[in-house]
Each structure stands twice: as C-alpha cells, then as structure tokens.
C-alpha cells in the first residue's frame, strides 16, 4: 500500500486549503483511511476520519465545523477540505489507512506541511 500526500502550503489566518491523499496498492473496501497531523514539538494527534464503503466520518472537536474528509472511490483519494484555518492548525499533515477490524493505523503517507500565518 502506497499513500501520498499533498495540497500542503502557506495560508493566512482564515484561509482554506484542501489536502489530498493518493492511494494505491490494494482495495480498500472495508479500510477506513484518515488525516493526523503533527505540530513542531508536540505528538501526533488524530484530526479526522473516513469509512471507504459508507463514507462514515469523524473529526477531533477541533476540526467539527471547520474540515470535511470526503473520498473519491473512482480515484482512490481521500481529501481534507480546512476552511477557516487557524495558526494551530500548523502542522505537517499525513494521511494513514487501515482495515476497518485493525486497531493501528499500518501505512502512512509521506506527510505535506501546512503552515497557517497570523
């Protein structure tokens, strides 16, 4: 399994940047595929969350409102539409999938950076 990762950029405070993740290697029905990002000097934390079959989603409180993950089966990607940016949510941000009965996300992408200036 393969992922790549990128839309990353720099964007103003209240700006909207939409990430995408390339998948390949497998199908992925029955995986759930999801956005984490990591801060400069703080642990990586889970932002969001897709289903590939229903298209089930979940976000962290910080991201309710602001992101929607959506996918497109046809092309095997996963996005992260961010509106309304805020500077914390400057981060490297990766996309990760695992199969729906694993507890572990097992393959990550490369990460894209987003870097949100005030």
């Known amino acids: 399994v393969q992922l790549q990762a990128y839309g990353g950029g720099l964007v103003q405070a209240g700006g909207s940047l939409t990430l995408s993740c390339a998948a390949s290697g497998r199908t992925f029905t029955n995986w759930i595929m999801g956005w984490f990002r990591q801060a400069p000097g703080r642990e990586r934390e889970f932002v969001a969350h897709?289903?590939?079959?229903?298209?089930?989603?979940y976000y962290v409180d910080s991201a309710k409102g602001r992101f929607t993950i959506s996918r497109d089966k046809a092309k095997n990607t996963v996005y992260l539409q961010m509106n309304n940016l805020k500077p914390e949510d400057t981060a490297v941000y990766y996309c990760?999938?695992?199969?729906?009965?694993?507890?572990?996300?097992?393959?990550w992408g490369q990460g894209t950076e987003v870097t949100v200036s005030s």
């Open positions: 897709i289903t590939w079959n229903l298209g089930t989603t």
């Open positions: 990760a999938t695992k199969s729906s009965a694993s507890y572990d996300y097992r393959y």
